[in-house]
């Protein structure tokens, strides 16, 4: 996989990979990268869709959303992936499935009105793909350029441009478009390095080759790239910007809970992947009733393949959790609950840290690169041992968060 995903990385994109300061014809790549002033085509490609709830499905969307309300009044495309049914069953939550695109399409633009508050013109394009066990992700299957006619490509937002472009096959992005960003959202290194199904020297080597592959197919693929945090490896062309945002409805949800009494304990919530932060919670807790002796009664929300050995594990060490299906994070379900816990070392920025503290809850994290941008929060508890951790989150649920403020 590797040499051939590399080899298509050195082959057909090396155009892509040229220095930023090499010259070029007009206009310049400064040029073509500034959306301001004038109305672009802008084509925001990803992973993942709705109603899987991960980060490269809703991040990307309000992304989307966000664009189409500039004042330049840019086009908007969000191209997605479209999946089989039996891919569907296995990743989708509460047996939501579809039988054509459309109709995923409109229970996406449903969503949108529903948590956004308002209705979205976006287009939003199918590319063909598969769900790769192996991988945990939705790979394509077919060129996702192609899912955007040859007049409206002119910017091409790449979210997990490492991730979309593994196999990619089609037409070189940087000739496709007159422009490239990809967005990393993802530590894969984390992922590869920690995967419990397989021996270290195993998983040594698929980190090294896929943190190699990842800095080829970036660098190949993509005009700038923007890391949202520090947690990623150096790569070239790469500034570090957390783009990401929040929900109004979170921050809502956090003005409304200033001053009340929270009814409900801890809570972890993330798509039932082992990578995701599961590992580390259950060492972490079980490490915490040693210490304590005291189990805590965390309520767990999430769907996913890993699902039945998580469940598994959890029972075999008694730790007293409960599932839930994966539930939108802004749920009523989840209102009363004071303390997110989230040791997950996985992530490049944690979406739902960042909505838990809008909802003004007390967030229990590691301390990690992804976790930089909010250890500045005063509800924010960063632990760097298992000693720490148990401090942390013997305090959150002893305590009562501080309200938010205008900043």
């Keep these: 996989m590797g040499a051939i995903a590399l080899l298509f990385a050195l082959f057909l994109g090396a155009d892509c990979a040229a220095p930023l300061g090499v010259l070029n014809p007009k206009p310049t790549l ?22 899987w709830m991960t980060g490269t499905s809703v991040n990307p969307l309000l992304r ?56 979205t013109a976006i287009k939003i394009a199918f590319y063909e793909a598969a769900y790769a066990p192996d991988f945990g992700s939705i790979l394509p299957t077919a060129d996702p350029t192609t899912c955007v006619p040859d007049g409206e490509r002119d910017v091409a937002v790449l979210e997990e441009p490492e991730h979309i472009n593994w196999y990619h096959n089609g037409a070189k992005w940087c000739d496709a478009y007159n422009y490239v960003v990809g967005v990393i959202h993802t530590n894969y290194w984390q992922y590869a390095i920690t995967d419990p199904q397989v021996n270290f020297l195993q998983r040594f080597s698929r980190a090294v080759t896929l943190y190699t592959l990842n800095e080829w197919v970036v660098n190949a693929y993509c005009h700038r790239t923007i890391k949202l945090s520090g947690a990623v490896g150096q790569h070239p062309k790469a500034v570090i910007c957390n783009i990401h945002g929040v929900r109004t409805k979170f921050l809502d949800i ?14 972890f ?27 805590i009664a965390l309520d767990v929300y999430g769907s996913g393949p890993d699902h039945a050995s998580i469940v598994e594990e959890a029972t075999r060490r008694t730790l007293g959790w409960t599932f839930f299906p994966a539930t939108d994070h802004a749920a009523p379900t989840l209102h009363d609950y004071k303390v997110m816990v989230n040791p997950s070392l996985s992530d490049v920025v944690c979406t739902t840290t960042a909505e838990a503290l809008a909802m003004g809850k007390f967030v229990v994290c590691a301390d990690h690169p992804s976790n930089a941008f ?34």
């Excluded at 579809?98 to 996406?108: G, I």
């Design 30 to 51: 400064a040029e073509l990268s500034d959306l301001r002033g004038r109305s672009r085509y802008i084509s925001v490609f990803t992973t993942a869709c709705l109603p």
């Design 64 to 119: 989307a959303v966000y664009l189409e309300q500039r004042p330049e009044n840019h086009q908007i495309t969000l191209c997605v992936p479209w999946i089989n049914f039996q891919d569907q069953e296995t990743l989708f939550p509460n047996k939501v499935t579809f039988k054509t695109p459309a109709d995923q399409e409109a229970f996406v633009r449903g969503w949108v009105r529903e948590h956004v508050g308002r209705a």
């Design 254 to 267: 956090g003005t409304r809970a200033a001053g009340r009494r929270f009814t409900r304990g801890a809570y």
């Design 269 to 295: 919530i993330g798509k039932a992947l082992w990578g995701k932060g599961y590992r580390q919670l259950v060492e972490q807790l079980a490490k915490y009733r040693q210490r304590t002796g005291q189990s």
């Design 374 to 407: 909010f250890k500045s929060f005063r509800n924010c508890f960063v632990y760097s041992t298992a000693k720490e951790f148990t401090l942390c989150l013997q305090h959150a649920l002893a305590a009562d968060p501080a309200p938010l403020t205008d900043e």
